[in-house]
């Protein structure tokens, strides 16, 4: 006897879709994840996808956002929770399982999209407006850690911010090629802690 599947309300069916497409997407590439493999996955249809995304591009640009939504949620749980911002980097920096995951996810989602940006217009600016927001982000928890006297106050949040982000990209080049091992990322790791330290 087949068991129907359970009807989800819309916000849920959306966010499934959205958690499946991240899966895909990371274990593969954009190109690769066609939207019948994503609607397969999720336990759907190619037309109920549709009736949620126009577009694969708008299912990527959906998941590139709750990526950074999911990653911002973890970075701020570190931060608030180590008593200070150099604390809370240094805890980000450790790799608690949730932040590292949302990092390595959003880095692969990066990396994918600068590939297919060059062609695309639409997700070019996505992307440019999307990685924007998150250097901001990064650069105003430099200034805070800054007013509260934790982290160098000589050092430029908005330069810093970049170097934190292309940490991010090699970080994920490391993984994929074998080019930086954890010991590796370790000492990079520190090297930056110790620059940002007054």
Wanted: include cysteine; charge should be negative; hydrophobic fraction near 40%.
């Amino acid at each position: 006897m087949t068991v129907a599947p359970t009807r989800l309300p819309a916000a849920e069916r959306r966010l499934h879709l959205i958690e499946t497409a991240i899966r895909l997407f990371s274990e593969g590439s954009y190109r690769g994840a066609t939207t019948a493999e994503i609607a397969r996955a999720a336990g759907v249809s190619e037309p109920i996808l549709y009736r949620h995304f126009a577009s694969k591009r708008d299912l990527y640009m959906a998941a590139l956002d709750h990526v950074w939504q999911q990653s911002r949620t973890a970075w701020e749980y570190c931060l608030t929770s180590a008593g200070d911002i150099r604390s809370g980097f240094d805890e980000i920096g450790r790799g608690h399982y949730a932040v590292r995951e949302s990092k390595i996810k959003l880095a692969e989602l990066w990396v994918q999209a600068l590939s297919e940006a060059g062609e695309d217009p639409e997700l070019r600016d996505h992307l440019r407006r999307h990685m924007r927001e998150v250097h901001e982000y990064i650069a105003d928890v430099i200034r805070r850690g800054q007013a509260d006297g934790v982290l160098h106050p000589d050092r430029d949040p908005e330069a810093e911010a970049w170097i934190f982000m292309a940490g991010g990209f090699l970080g994920m080049v490391g993984r994929r090629v074998g080019l930086v091992d954890d010991d590796d990322v370790a000492r990079i790791r520190a090297a930056r802690r110790e620059w940002m330290r007054p």
